[in-house]
């Protein structure tokens, strides 16, 4: 048991560094989320607060946080998946079933360091946004409960990528589901509530998990801790996590021909 630990941590080590070594893996993760989150902010300002629909907010940087930090996650997700199908590609996956590591190890590794990464990720976010001047309505009980649904999406996530990867071998495969991530980021309340919403639109962004989600992240922002919002956006988010792992055992059986 100890042993696999060790091996866990190792190998979560090498993808946390993998990825800080690699700009265009950890870019993107960074610059998309930043920037949009700083248009909106400069275009929209404090008149959120003043439009029927919104939440009673200061200004839209307090509205948008979260789904920056959303977003960050969900780009990561796609990186933590790239890497691990390059790791595929390039035999280091085969070596490491061909060693005496845990095979536990290998799967749970990789989806450690892409989780410790969106962690990372999520906390240089927030820690921008208090610096621009977002407040966190819920003090250090909020940003503690986001750190948690954070860490639970960054598992779905990742774990979803690592799905994708081990079905597909390919990079590049795992890179060209990016726009599906985007359509659940656009097609949800990420940046807009969904109060606003009509038609269509609505109907899709009330049936996308990701709107409840986000909108229990960015509760603790704008109006502090709800037990309400909060328990739905974790009953989302852990339902998300359980069929990613569970995603990623059955792929990575199929992947050694149901030796594990």
């Known amino acids: 048991m100890r042993l696999a630990l060790t091996q866990t941590a190792a190998l979560a080590r090498r993808s946390v560094i993998g990825t800080l070594r690699t700009p265009q893996a950890l870019v993107p993760g960074l610059f998309f989320p930043l920037v949009l989150l700083a248009i909106f902010t400069g275009s929209f300002g404090a008149a959120p607060g003043t439009i029927p629909g919104f939440p009673p907010v200061r200004g839209f940087l307090d509205f948008a946080l979260a789904g920056a930090v959303l977003q960050g996650i969900l780009i990561g997700g796609t990186t933590a998946g790239a890497a691990f199908a390059l790791d595929i590609e390039g035999g280091f996956f085969d070596r490491l079933v061909a060693s005496p590591v845990s095979r536990t190890a290998i799967l749970v590794g990789r989806l450690a360091g892409g989780v410790a990464v969106a962690m990372i990720q999520t906390v240089l976010f927030v820690s921008l946004g208090v610096a621009f001047g977002a407040r966190v309505q819920g003090g250090v009980a909020g940003v503690a409960v986001l750190l948690v ?73 704008i109006d502090g801790v709800d037990a309400r919002v909060t328990l739905m956006g974790l009953g989302v988010v852990v339902v998300m996590a359980a ?18």
Not at 243 to 260: E, K, N, V, Y
């Open 243 to 260: 069929a990613s792992l569970a995603g990623c055992h059955s792929a990575f059986r199929r992947r050694l021909g149901g030796d594990t």
């Open 149 to 221: 649904l954070a860490a639970l999406l960054a598992v779905a996530i990742s774990g979803l990528g690592i799905v994708l990867a081990l079905r597909s071998g390919s990079a590049e495969s795992v890179q060209g589901t990016f726009p599906l991530f985007f359509a659940l980021l656009f097609f949800s309340s990420a940046f807009f509530p969904r109060e606003t919403m009509t038609g269509w639109f609505k109907v899709v962004a009330d049936a996308n998990p990701i709107s409840y989600l986000v909108e229990a992240m960015r509760e603790q922002v």
